[in-house]
């Protein structure tokens, strides 16, 4: 398949480099001709200055198969992909969105252009309305289609899996089949293994079904007290779609503090069960004055990288967890570092979402859990048909679970697998 990336940002980028790997022609445009260069000398894809907006450049790549069109310009997006169906005659098109269109308005734009469009709001509020009815997860993945999920989180003192062994969890697998894939300990990777005990303070994570999460939690008790007071430092437009969504779950007391008095007016006029404070978010005294420390989650939706510093200083006054969208992919490990709890790169989701939409013949993207530990899907060809999940599993190389006959299992260790299966494995990269 030919397909042609049109944006050669963070999103872009990502897809190129996936895409390539895979073995797909891929042709990358965008009229930044640094950004262009960039990628000749990095990554095996055709990378063209020009612009899309201009049909000599589009005409260049006529005869491809596919275009995904993910600038960071939503009304640019949607021009060229008018442009591509009405001149052209493409109808296999992929669109990046990022402010909020009606159901029924998104609907008929897709219908009337027949592409498809990736709702960037939606991928960043399915996160945090996670987050808000199981807050003691900090980080998760959807896998299969969202049937099964990798959550996580911190090994605190009051969590019953603290100092277990993991061989001594096969009774609760027995009932709940979950496996635990990773444990960062003193900013080490640990593959674990039976004899490996978790500790406090212990960052693990762990794949099961999605629908046994709240057995998992009844199972070993874990605390996971309901979020009841969100507050907002400042509002972007996306920032704006998550407070219309969260505002219309039961229960939540929803405080944002924005300096734009017109953003502040817009709000309070549309959301009545909002309070809205107009000043600075980093203002230590004005955040003290309005009980920073009573807010169980912190997001920080601004985009602007004083809402780090905003989200810094938020914990610092007591606030339980700080939650802020990133724009930029290097900054989430910064971030982590800097005790944001939930570091959420908009521009992340957006890709692996598209990347889903393109592999048809699979059900899971590859992608990086942290620096050097990838987990991405392998197929079972016979040399390893027969073999058992252990005999295959070595340190640095796990079997997280196993599709077979379209339905996914976690895997355990005396599985045999047989020729077809499709394997989700975890692969932890050596330094050279």
């Known amino acids: 398949m030919k397909i042609c990336i049109i944006g050669a940002g963070v999103v872009g980028t990502y897809l190129a480099k996936q895409l390539s790997t895979e073995g797909y022609q891929v042709a990358v445009v965008d009229k930044n001709k640094s950004k262009i260069e960039e990628l000749e000398n990095s990554i095996d894809v055709i990378a063209h200055s020009c612009n899309a907006l201009e049909e000599e450049c589009l005409s260049l790549f006529k005869d491809y198969d596919l275009y995904i069109v993910v600038t ?240 810094i200083l938020a914990k610092k006054l007591g606030a339980k967890k700080v939650l802020a969208l990133i724009e930029q992919p290097e900054y989430e490990e910064i971030a982590h570092s800097l005790d944001i709890d939930i570091p959420i790169v908009s521009r992340k989701l957006i890709a692996r979402k598209v990347y889903r939409k393109i592999k048809h013949k699979g059900f899971i993207d590859l992608f990086q859990l942290k620096e050097n530990i990838r987990i991405y899907e392998i197929y079972v060809d016979e040399k390893l048909a027969e073999k058992t999940v252990k005999d295959i599993s070595t340190g640095n190389f796990i079997i997280l679970g196993i599709k077979r006959d379209n339905e996914m299992y976690i895997a355990q260790g005396n599985t045999v697998l047989k020729e077809g299966d499709i394997l989700i494995v975890l692969e932890k990269e050596e330094n050279e």
Do not use: H, W
Request: aromatic content about 10%; hydrophobic content about 40%; some cysteine.
């Open 72 to 311: 960071d310009k939503d009304e640019i997006n949607l021009t060229i992909a008018l442009f591509l169906r009405t001149v052209f005659g493409k109808n296999k098109i992929i669109i990046r969105q990022e402010k909020e269109l009606s159901e029924n308005f998104q609907k008929s734009i897709e219908s009337f252009l027949n592409v498809e469009i990736i709702d960037a709001l939606n991928e960043i509020y399915k996160n945090i309305e996670l987050i808000i009815k199981y807050p003691f997860i900090s980080d998760f993945y959807e896998i299969d289609e969202g049937n099964f999920i990798l959550i996580g989180f911190k090994i605190n003192k009051e969590n019953p899996l603290k100092n277990k062994q993991i061989s001594d969890l096969k009774e609760y697998r027995e009932k709940i089949p979950f496996t635990i894939v990773l444990i960062e300990r003193d900013e080490n990777i640990i593959i674990p293994t039976g004899s490996r005990n978790i500790l406090e303070d212990d960052f693990v994570y762990i794949l099961l079904e999605k629908r046994n999460l709240d057995n998992f939690i009844d199972m070993f008790n874990i605390p996971n007290k309901p979020v009841k007071n969100v507050y907002f430092l400042g509002v972007s437009d996306i920032g704006f779609g998550l407070v219309k969504g969260l505002s219309n779950i039961k229960g939540l007391n929803i405080k944002v503090f924005e300096p734009d008095i017109e953003k502040c007016e817009e709000i309070a006029e549309k959301f009545a069960n909002v309070m809205v404070i107009n000043g600075k978010f980093t203002d230590e005294e004005l955040l003290k004055r309005e009980s920073i420390e009573n807010a169980d989650i912190v997001i920080s939706a601004s985009y602007k990288e004083e809402s780090i510093l905003a989200c």
